[in-house]
Each structure stands twice: as C-alpha cells, then as structure tokens.
C-alpha cells in the first residue's frame, strides 16, 4: 500500500525566511512524485511532477527535489501570497489515481 | 478554457436521499477521477475511469456509484446520503501520457454537507 507522510503539519514563517517543506513516501514502482498548491474553498493546482531520484524542478519561489525516500519542497524568500496548504502525492505501480498526504498548511506573515 | 467543471459547487442533503455530482472536462482526457477531501484525512481516491466505458474502485468507494457518460463526462452517485459522506468532493481528469504530462489537473469541488 502506497504511503505519504507530509510534515510539518503546519508552519508559520516571516516574510522573506526560507524553509523546506518534506514528503515522505513509500510506493512499489514510483510513476511520478506530485505537488499541488491548495488554497483554501480551491481545489488543488499542480505545480511540479518528479519521476526519479535527483530530479529537481523550480519555479519562481518554489524548487521541489527528490530522493528515494522523500520529496523537499524548498521555499526561498516567500511572500504572503504564499501562504497555502501544499500537498505531495504519489502514483504508483498498482491501481491508477494518486495517494495524498495530509498537508503542510503554510502561513507566511508580511 | 475551463478546464474541469463541477457542479453543483455547494448542497445539503437529508439523511437517505440521493443525488448525483456532475464533472465535465474539455481537455480531451482520458483518464478522471472522484476523490474526496475531509479535515486531517488528506484526498482519498473513490473511483476512477480509465478510459470512456471504463470504471475502476478506489480506496473508498462503499456508497457511491459511477458512471462515465462519455469522453467528457464522468459523474458521482450517492444513492442513500449518510452523514459520513458529509465531506469536499473533487473531480480531477489526466491526459493520456503519450499525449504529454502536465499532471492531474482539479475542478474546484463541490461541498457536501449531510444532516
């Protein structure tokens, strides 16, 4: 059974402090490691897919990288338009769809 | 360029009566999917359709049922509404991979509220 541990549940940073977001996972057969932004009444927005170990991706803000445990999710400089709940997903080997982590709910104050 | 569309967007429901969520795509996907979302459980898959005339199971799919209309369409079923089917409703659609990749993309939901 495909498993996805996101933490912290949630966090509270100022204006312009980086930090990492985690996802942890174990998935027989990784077919693409996902990370959606979700604001909240919204449904989730796709940001990034990694499909192996080492893979990077980067946009604006936001860099996602992958190992074969866990996924960061690096935040640099942020601002309050930031502030979200970031979810990391897996698909794997089995059934099609994704499985979901909890969540990180991410507060960044101006 | 909508996207995915779900309707309705808000619905309360007494114990025992049925209704059906509606979800339209206008992306050429082949593949959708309904999950539902509840406070510290994170999305959970309750049925996907692979492909047009195709319906799989989730991880939770006692309750509701399914159908793929067409192409564009998949819908959600819920025949005898019980107050643990209160939650948010997702749709979501995904291209066939051959065709690219630019992830699963989500309708805005519907929130169900059973009393």
């Known amino acids: 059974e495909d498993q996805v541990t996101q933490s912290p549940e949630a966090l509270r940073l100022q204006e312009g402090e980086s930090s990492s977001l985690n996802c942890s996972y174990t998935?027989?057969?990784?077919?693409?490691l996902f990370w959606y932004r979700q604001d909240p009444g919204k449904g989730p927005e796709f940001l990034f897919t990694?499909?192996?170990a080492g893979e990077e991706k980067e946009k604006e803000r936001l860099k996602a990288t992958l190992t074969k445990k866990e996924s960061f999710l690096h935040i640099t400089a942020p601002k309050p338009e930031d502030s979200a709940t970031y979810l990391c997903?897996?698909?794997?080997?089995?059934?099609?769809?994704?499985?979901f982590g909890k969540g990180t709910h991410l507060i960044i104050q101006p | 360029n909508a996207g995915v569309t779900q309707t309705p967007k808000f619905q309360v429901l007494k114990t025992g009566q049925s209704m059906t969520l509606q979800c339209a795509q206008d992306?050429?996907?082949?593949?959708m999917y309904w999950y539902r979302q509840d406070p510290g459980m994170g999305l959970r898959l309750i049925y996907y359709?692979?492909?047009?005339?195709?319906?799989d199971k989730g991880e939770v799919p006692n309750g509701y049922n399914v159908s793929r209309l067409n192409k564009r369409e998949f819908s959600l079923r819920l025949e005898s509404a019980a107050p643990s089917q209160t939650s948010v409703y997702f749709c979501?659609?995904?291209?066939?991979?051959?065709?690219?990749?630019?992830?699963?993309?989500f309708g805005s939901g519907t929130r169900l509220t059973v009393v």
């Open positions: 359709s692979a492909s047009e005339g195709t319906t």
């Open positions: 979501a659609s995904k291209p066939d991979i051959r065709t690219g990749w630019g992830g699963y993309t």
């Open positions: 997903a897996v698909r794997g080997g089995g059934a099609d769809g994704l499985t």
């Open positions: 992306m050429n996907h082949n593949s």
């Open positions: 990694l499909y192996s």
């Open positions: 998935v027989s057969g990784l077919r693409g």
